[in-house]
């Protein structure tokens, strides 16, 4: 009983610090976040967020919200084909009547061709972004229940980023979109994806986030005239915003991504304050892996009458791309066991596949990697211990394909999306369900 009291004590502990230092930032953040809720909750009335600033949706200019021009293949389309549309992209709920758009011409007229561009290293849409873009184009607020690794940072990304193209220029510290994220690494890949769609129209983004020197974030928000895209942890956004860095009164489109794992980390109190200085007339886009009654009243404060997408089983599943293998073997074989599975998979091809290791704890990720090392596998950990340079090297190596073996712990397990990942290896099993899916879905993932 001590040795599991002592384990689920280290576990919270790596989650703490993997996540952007939420301990630190709670205290603080309580108290102002019991003002923003009472300040802003209320009726939904007059198509208000209840968790929101009714003030600033008076005031402040309107924008525009409804994008969606459905092509005349798509408007023509029976009941019966929308199903079956749907159906085989395993689009298992969706509560608005719309037809999902399966190909990227039937969005060329709702989104500029500067922003669809974006798409043009993909073959077809996938299923979250098939069945969003038509209702976040339109102006609807959504919830999105989908696996990780399912494409849903252009689900959300396509729209927001034709909105911010109907608004004035961004200015230095007011984003016009505002994308919260539970890991620095799920940050930093979200704002890849980002970065990498808004160079063909000339959108800026930025990414907030802990463990790295504010005074160069807050740089990058005033270069270039300013940045319509922010992506950020809540702690580090926060004290943003206390040091009066960052103002969210022209926020229009928030996005809460793994909005289950920001709540299981404890960035409630973070997001209710932040989400009540935006304005209350906003878009917002929820993205979960899961649909558990604390999501659903997320959403119910945050969101004014979502659409509720659900791609797959209502429960969190891993995806039918990945083949899965279970082996149980004795604690004191896990090592050997582990070097002939390295062999088996890796040993003599080149270059070797990529293959990430996951261990359950900081010392452990840190004494399987060196283990490797000895035995000459090129190999690089990633853990929350580590200091975030050293650790942007480590997914550095592993990208390029110079360390193919990545030995990680949990803090990894959301915020990567390397593609190219051949096998996920559990050398310990993960705590919960969730993580365990969350760990396998590094491999099989979508565009």
């Known amino acids: 009983m001590a040795k599991e009291k002592k384990e689920k004590k280290e576990k919270k502990r790596e989650r703490e610090v993997g996540a952007d230092d939420a301990t630190a930032a709670a205290p603080s953040s309580k108290k102002a976040a019991k003002k923003s809720s009472s300040s802003h909750r209320g009726d939904i009335g007059g198509g208000l967020a209840k968790v929101g600033d009714r003030d600033l949706a008076a005031s402040a200019p309107p924008f525009k919200r409804d994008f969606y021009v459905p092509a005349s293949s798509v408007a023509a389309l029976s009941k019966s084909e929308i199903a079956e549309r749907r159906e085989s992209n395993g689009i298992e709920e969706c509560t608005l009547d719309v037809a999902p758009c399966v190909a990227f011409a039937e969005m060329k007229g709702s989104v500029p061709p500067n922003v669809l561009a974006a798409t043009s290293a993909f073959q077809r849409p996938s299923p979250i972004q098939a069945q969003s873009w038509p209702i976040v184009l339109s ?13 849903k940072t252009l689900a959300f990304g396509l729209p927001a980023l034709t909105q911010i193209l109907s608004q004035p220029p961004a200015k230095p510290g007011q984003p016009i979109c505002l994308v919260l994220a539970p890991t620095r690494e799920l940050a930093q890949q979200t704002a890849r994806v980002f970065d990498e769609a808004g160079k063909s129209c000339n959108v800026r983004c930025v990414c907030v986030y802990g ?12 270069e270039g005239g300013g940045c319509a895209v ?12 206390n040091d009066g860095d960052v103002k969210l009164d022209r926020v229009t489109t928030l996005v809460l991504d793994e909005a289950d794992r920001m709540l299981d980390l404890g960035f409630e109190p973070e997001i209710r304050e932040i989400a009540g200085a935006t304005r209350a007339d906003r878009q917002t886009v929820m993205f979960s892996a899961t649909w558990p009654m604390s999501i659903q009243g997320l959403a119910s404060e945050f969101m004014r009458d979502p659409v509720k997408v659900r791609i797959g089983a209502e429960g969190l599943k891993a995806s039918h791309s990945i083949t899965q293998i279970v082996e149980v073997v004795e ?15 890796c040993g003599g091809q080149t270059p070797t596949p990529r293959t990430l290791i996951f261990a359950l704890y900081k010392k452990e990720c840190a004494r ?4 490797l090392r000895r035995q000459n596998w090129a190999c690089v950990p990633i853990h929350g211990d580590m200091t975030q340079r050293d650790r942007e090297e480590s997914v550095a190596a592993f990208k390029d394909g110079s360390k193919p073996l990545l030995v990680a712990t949990d803090v990894a397990a959301r915020g990567l999306d390397i593609k190219g990942v051949e096998y996920v290896i559990n050398y310990t099993f993960p705590l919960t369900t969730e993580d365990y899916v969350h760990r396998i879905g590094r491999t099989g993932r979508a565009g």
């Open 211 to 222: 463990g790295a020197p504010k005074w160069e974030q807050k740089k990058q928000m005033r």
């Open 139 to 151: 102006g609807r607020d959504m919830v999105g229940i989908a696996a990780t690794g399912s494409g």
């Open 230 to 241: 922010v992506v950020a942890t809540p702690g580090r956004l926060r004290d943003f915003m």
């Open 368 to 371: 399987v990697a060196e283990n």
């Open 331 to 345: 604690p004191n074989d896990k090592d050997s066991h582990l070097t002939r599975l390295l062999k088996k998979y």
